[in-house]
């Protein structure tokens, strides 16, 4: 490192070419470029653009590249692309020469550079997406090139669609072209995509395009490739990958579309195998989740006759606790009743307005008539009523020592308390921890007291 040292780069001249593929030289040729002195940068270009492809792939020399490239004039970078455009795909295919060829694809600045480009990758696109290497170059001309420029790869994406969906990187790079194309391009390109559709959504990598063209929301995409499946819901359904997207489709389509694919479950045949399937029973907790009301009641009327036979396994008891919980709900919604409507033995409300009751105390005057004794200070004794065998009496009783504070605590039997405090100067009683709307108190010897 010391030999380049306040050294100019003039005293290299002739032996540049070597120093680009030393981990050393290369760096500090690259701090030359960094100064953005025209006379270094054509020094450097001049050595090695006849060399471009070997540098482009050597693990040192195309870091060397990359700033040749970000530095160079137009007419510079232009030699530097025709002298690679022989090699770009074993440029693209290769681990170091990936790097560099994306970046020469991020600086192109003239037609000529792009058409150059374009005629050096058009040929193997599908080959470039299939590689660990090659794909990222492709994207790389996704973000960079107009759509109208990458038309070369919408075609050849589109007409081999099925090959490069179902293949582990394939699927990402036709991802991508669905967000990079234009009106008429991604209408063309997810239409050749939903014609071959059943072949990729039972594919590992194939259903996720499916899926990302659901979650689009546009229904102009998304209905056609519902229709596809017309006939083959039950099936598709019992299918480990497919089961997605028939999920994705009844969460993401249209009302009636998703009515449709579940008319196809209510045969009783197929609704059995669906809810004992490990993947289908999953498409049946989603239509039960997003059908409308009348097909909702339809599904699940035909679910119970069957829910003994799979109560028992764990699916099974996520359906029935869906049915069951939703009914429930229903049941309550359409049947609340009001403290008016029910007082059970032992419960008393807590709520209500305060009346003068009787040896100087005022009463709670609950919904359904009960009354809560309470004073500003407790004497001795206080007057308590009580029922009994449905005869109304009442008796005195002492109050705990603990209660007698111009804040009391009435304590119920759940644990809970309300502290209130009544002033008679003003009529008012305030309650300083909320308690449950009703609390059960305790029942000794068969009396309710109140």
Same mark, same amino acid.
């Given at each position: 490192?010391?030999?380049f040292?306040? %050294?100019?780069?003039?005293?290299?001249?002739?032996d540049?070419?070597?120093?680009?593929?030393?981990?050393? /030289?290369?760096?500090?040729l690259?701090?030359?470029?960094?100064?953005r002195? *025209?006379?270094?940068?054509?020094?450097?270009?001049?050595?090695?653009?006849?060399?471009?492809?070997?540098?482009?792939?050597? #693990?040192? /020399?195309?870091?060397?590249?990359?700033?040749?490239?970000?530095?160079?004039?137009?007419?510079?970078? %232009?030699?530097l692309?025709?002298?690679?455009?022989?090699?770009m795909?074993k440029?693209?295919l290769?681990?170091?020469?990936?790097?560099?060829?994306?970046?020469?694809?991020?600086?192109?600045s003239?037609?000529?550079?792009?058409?150059?480009i374009?005629r050096?990758?058009?040929?193997?696109v599908?080959?470039?997406?299939?590689?660990l290497?090659?794909?990222?170059?492709?994207?790389?001309?996704?973000?960079?090139?107009?759509?109208?420029?990458?038309q070369?790869?919408?075609?050849?994406?589109?007409?081999?669609?099925?090959?490069? /969906?179902?293949?582990r990187?394939g699927?990402?790079?036709?991802?991508?072209?669905?967000?990079?194309?234009?009106?008429?391009?991604?209408?063309?390109?997810?239409?050749?995509i939903?014609?071959?559709?059943?072949?990729l959504?039972?594919d590992?990598?194939g259903?996720?395009?499916?899926q990302?063209?659901?979650d689009?929301?546009? *229904?102009?995409?998304?209905?056609?490739?519902c229709?596809?499946?017309? %006939?083959?819901? *039950?099936t598709?359904?019992?299918?480990?990958?497919?089961?997605?997207?028939?999920?994705?489709?009844?969460?993401?389509?249209?009302?009636a579309?998703a009515?449709?694919?579940?008319?196809?479950?209510?045969n009783?045949?197929?609704l059995?195998?669906?809810?004992?399937?490990s993947?289908?029973n999953?498409v049946?907790q989603?239509?039960?989740?997003y059908?409308?009301?009348?097909?909702?009641?339809?599904?699940v009327?035909?679910?119970?006759?069957?829910?003994?036979?799979?109560?028992?396994?764990?699916?099974?008891?996520?359906?029935?606790?869906?049915?069951? /919980?939703a009914?429930?709900?229903?049941?309550?919604?359409?049947g609340?009743s009001?403290p008016?409507?029910?007082?059970?033995?032992?419960?008393? *409300?807590?709520?209500?307005?305060?009346? #003068?009751?009787?040896?100087?105390?005022?009463?709670?005057?609950?919904?359904?008539?009960?009354q809560?004794?309470?004073?500003?200070?407790?004497? #001795?004794?206080?007057?308590?009523?009580?029922?009994?065998?449905?005869?109304?009496?009442?008796?005195?009783?002492?109050?705990?020592a603990?209660m007698?504070?111009?804040?009391?605590?009435?304590?119920?039997?759940?644990?809970?308390a309300?502290?209130?405090?009544?002033?008679?100067?003003?009529?008012?009683s305030?309650?300083?921890?909320?308690?449950?709307?009703?609390?059960?108190?305790?029942?000794t010897?068969?009396?309710?007291?109140?």
């Open positions: 490192v010391a030999r040292t306040n %050294t100019k780069i003039e005293n290299y001249q002739g540049i070419y070597a120093l680009c593929k030393d981990q050393h /030289g290369c760096r500090y690259q701090k030359q470029l960094e100064t002195n *025209p006379d270094t940068i054509h020094l450097v270009f001049v050595e090695t653009n006849q060399h471009v492809v070997e540098l482009m792939t050597d #693990p040192f /020399g195309n870091y060397l590249c990359q700033k040749l490239l970000e530095f160079s004039n137009d007419e510079q970078r %232009t030699v692309i025709n002298n690679a455009a022989p090699q795909v440029i693209a290769n681990q170091h020469g990936t790097r560099a060829l994306q970046k020469m694809i991020e600086f192109i003239t037609p000529e550079q792009i058409q150059t374009i050096a990758l058009k040929d193997q599908v080959q470039l997406i299939q590689d290497n090659g794909n990222h170059v492709i994207q790389k001309c996704l973000n960079r090139l107009s759509p109208e420029d990458a070369f790869i919408f075609d050849a994406v589109g007409t081999n669609c099925v090959v490069v /969906g179902t293949h990187h699927c990402c790079v036709l991802q991508r072209c669905i967000d990079h194309a234009s009106g008429y391009q991604k209408a063309q390109l997810i239409s050749q939903t014609e071959n559709a059943f072949s959504v039972q590992p990598f259903n996720y395009v499916l990302y063209i659901v689009l929301a546009e *229904p102009v995409f998304t209905n056609p490739l229709y596809s499946f017309q %006939t083959s819901i *039950p598709l359904s019992k299918q480990k990958f497919s089961s997605n997207v028939v999920e994705k489709c009844i969460r993401g389509a249209e009302p579309i009515t449709m694919m579940i008319e196809e479950m209510l009783v045949n197929e059995e195998k669906m809810l004992r399937d993947f289908a999953y049946v989603t239509a039960l989740d059908a409308e009301p009348k097909t909702r009641e339809r599904l009327e035909a679910i119970k006759p069957l829910l003994p036979a799979i109560r028992q396994t764990p699916y099974g008891r996520r359906i029935q606790s869906k049915i069951l /919980g009914e429930g709900t229903e049941q309550r919604l359409s609340l009001t008016h409507d029910v007082s059970s033995p032992g419960q008393i *409300p807590l709520g209500g307005q305060m009346t #003068p009751g009787s040896a100087g105390g005022f009463a709670s005057q609950g919904p359904s008539g009960l809560q004794y309470a004073d500003s200070t407790y004497t #001795p004794t206080q007057q308590l009523n009580y029922v009994a065998s449905g005869v109304t009496g009442n008796s005195q009783f002492t109050p705990l603990s007698a504070q111009n804040s009391h605590a009435h304590h119920l039997s759940n644990g809970s309300t502290f209130s405090h009544f002033s008679p100067a003003t009529n008012q305030s309650v300083h921890q909320p308690v449950p709307l009703y609390g059960r108190l305790g029942q010897n068969g009396f309710n007291y109140f």
